[in-house]
């Protein structure tokens, strides 16, 4: 389990999403990768920690050039209208992103030229001629080993068109990285997670590094060299730098450089080769100190079946809101899916898990719960008494349950983090069962009393620790549990709430879907 989590000191907490290709609009797998990230920012945020969360939107190069030739605007304003279509996902799936960055800002442009710079002072820099394969699809060079061929076509191992690329290039010494790098991966055993990811990592490391060429002639749409403006540099290293951008770089006096290194680097699978081979390396040749984590996902199929434009099965994020709701969606797709794995979604499994987790495990609790309150203690919490042994067993996995979930959310582990959480669920409602409150009115109140303050006190820190994954549903279950604004963090919960405290009268908060689809 320790080769899995981060090591990170407390206080400061930097994290952050890839910046999205703004040439097309946002499907489920950007909402997922920046959901995983939102998730973690806010229980940072509920620990106490000084957070930091980054996204935003990655707009140069020959791939956003061409989007734009093809809707026949200036890539300028077409990257205006794209990336303000992940702005208002953003807004949309609730994130809590501190800042949003878009690569055309010139802070952006200045961070680049500084980093340039250092690599260029420090001899890692030279001046060649590149000529080899190129995906714009990818915006990456392949060797001509790695290429498949599919009827008689040339294609990247991603599946995307190559073409051949030949023009004047600077490049980076990666090649004397390789030995390095190995040591830096040994040295720092959780920075590349999960490990299956990891490992192929180093399998292509130790396989041998080529140098990587970091500029481009052929088109324009980049930032240009410093000192050589007939170049653009190369997409990647432009968009890698962001991450220091919003942190003040080069300004290393901007007090938000106090958050860099990043703790995590959330990635897709397909781009984890950027982040955790050329990104350490173009920061230890500057001499700028390495992000602690890069934790590579999976991808998700629709219904079985590869997520295309052209199989015309990409899921509309903004879609699946309308119909299910934010938080129903949130849950799902850190509760279906191990995060690390590839998974499916299905319309099925959602509404399957929507009704059964939601709706009826924990709505219904804390609706059970709630009522009894409202119906026979007058809407007033009880007084807190000591717990007998009874309601240890309810008590004890309750109040145990932040540090589970903390220790699977520092491993990245969210469906694990939610199934504790569920494990309580499913506990609170046999142990309701096996008390039955609802009979010991008349036979012994003060018991039944004691009964539903036990209750009260488990849904307080389900509804605590669920804030991250299903903010606005569990702010209302939070102010149906009596539970102030100032006492919702996890170190309030050491806190008991004050005896008499008035509750409103509950409503649901999941709906049941009816669907036979
Ligand atoms: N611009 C680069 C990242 C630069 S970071 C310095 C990029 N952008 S992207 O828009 O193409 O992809 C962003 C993320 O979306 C990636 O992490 C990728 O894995 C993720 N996904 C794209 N399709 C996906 C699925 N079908 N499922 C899950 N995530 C997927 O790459």
Same mark, same amino acid.
């Given at each position: 389990m320790s080769g899995e989590s981060a090591a990170a000191p407390a206080g400061r907490f930097y994290l952050t999403t890839p910046i999205y290709y703004v040439n097309d609009k946002p499907h489920i797998g950007h909402a997922y990768t920046s959901l995983a990230a939102d998730v973690l920012a806010r229980w940072k945020r509920l620990e106490g920690r000084?957070?930091?969360?980054? %996204?935003?939107?990655? !707009?140069?190069?020959?791939? /956003?050039?061409?989007?734009?030739? =093809?809707?026949?605007?200036?890539?300028?304003? @077409?990257?205006?209208?794209?990336s303000g279509s992940f702005r208002d996902l953003a807004v949309r799936m609730g994130f809590s992103n501190d800042d949003f960055i878009r690569t055309?800002?010139?802070?952006?442009?200045?961070?680049?030229?500084?980093?340039?710079?250092?690599?260029?002072?420090?001899?890692?820099?030279?001046?060649?001629?590149?000529?080899?394969?190129?995906?714009?699809?990818?915006?990456?060079?392949?060797?001509?080993?790695?290429?498949?061929?599919?009827?008689?076509?040339?294609?990247?191992?991603?599946?995307?068109?190559?073409?051949?690329?030949?023009?004047p290039s600077w490049f980076f010494r990666l090649s004397a990285w390789e030995e390095r790098l190995l040591r830096f991966y040994e040295e720092?055993?959780?920075?590349?997670?999960?490990? %299956?990811?990891?490992? !192929?990592?180093?399998?292509? /490391?130790?396989?041998?590094?080529? =140098?990587?060429?970091?500029?481009?002639?052929? @088109?324009?749409?980049?930032v240009p060299v410093p000192g050589d403006p007939e170049h653009v540099m190369y997409v990647w290293l432009d968009a890698l730098t962001n991450y220091i951008t919003a942190v003040g770089y080069p300004d290393e006096g901007d007090p938000l450089w106090r958050f860099w290194p990043a703790d995590i680097h959330f990635v897709g699978k397909d781009i984890l080769r950027f982040h955790a081979i050329y990104w350490p390396a173009f920061l230890m040749a500057a001499g700028i100190e390495t992000p602690r984590r890069i934790f590579a996902h999976g991808w998700w199929t629709n219904e079985g079946q590869k997520i295309s434009k052209s199989l015309g099965n990409v899921i509309d994020p903004l879609a699946l809101i309308d119909e299910f709701g934010l938080d129903p969606v949130r849950f799902f797709l850190l509760r279906e899916v191990p995060f690390g794995n590839d998974g499916d979604f299905s319309r099925r499994a959602l509404i399957g898990r929507l009704n059964s987790e939601l709706a009826n495990d924990l709505g219904n609790l804390a609706n059970r719960v709630l009522s009894l309150?409202?119906?026979?203690?007058?809407?007033?919490?009880?007084?807190?008494?000591?717990?007998?042994?009874?309601?240890?067993?309810?008590?004890?996995?309750?109040?145990?349950?932040?540090?589970?979930?903390?220790?699977?959310?520092?491993?990245?582990?969210?469906?694990?983090?939610?199934?504790?959480?569920?494990?309580v669920v499913r506990l609170g409602n046999s142990w309701i069962d096996g008390q039955k409150p609802w009979s010991l009115k008349k036979t012994d109140p003060v018991r039944m009393a004691a009964v539903l303050r036990s209750l009260h006190q488990a849904l307080r820190v389900l509804a605590t620790v669920l804030q991250p994954f299903m903010p606005a549903t569990m702010a209302a279950m939070l102010d149906q549990l009596g539970v102030e604004a100032g006492e919702r963090s996890l170190a309030a919960l050491a806190v008991p709430l004050p005896e008499g405290r008035a509750l409103p009268p509950p409503a649901p908060l999941f709906r049941k879907i009816e669907d036979a689809a």
């Open positions: 000084d957070v930091f969360f980054l %996204t935003g939107t990655d !707009e140069h190069g020959q791939k /956003v050039e061409k989007a734009a030739a =093809d809707a026949g605007m200036e890539p300028q304003a @077409f990257t205006d209208r794209v055309t800002e010139e802070r952006h442009k200045r961070a680049c030229a500084a980093l340039w710079e250092r690599l260029k002072a420090a001899g890692d820099i030279y001046l060649g001629h590149y000529e080899g394969w190129y995906a714009v699809r990818d915006e990456a060079f392949y060797g001509p080993d790695e290429l498949i061929e599919k009827d008689g076509i040339k294609l990247a191992p991603t599946g995307a068109p190559v073409e051949w690329v030949r023009e720092h055993p959780d920075f590349i997670a999960p490990t %299956t990811r990891r490992n !192929e990592v180093l399998a292509f /490391v130790r396989s041998g590094l080529q =140098d990587l060429s970091i500029s481009r002639t052929s @088109f324009r749409w980049g309150i409202q119906r026979n203690l007058d809407g007033r919490l009880p007084a807190a008494e000591a717990p007998t042994e009874a309601d240890q067993q309810l008590l004890g996995p309750a109040d145990a349950l932040p540090a589970g979930v903390a220790e699977a959310l520092d491993r990245q582990a969210y469906h694990e983090a939610l199934e504790r959480v569920w494990q």
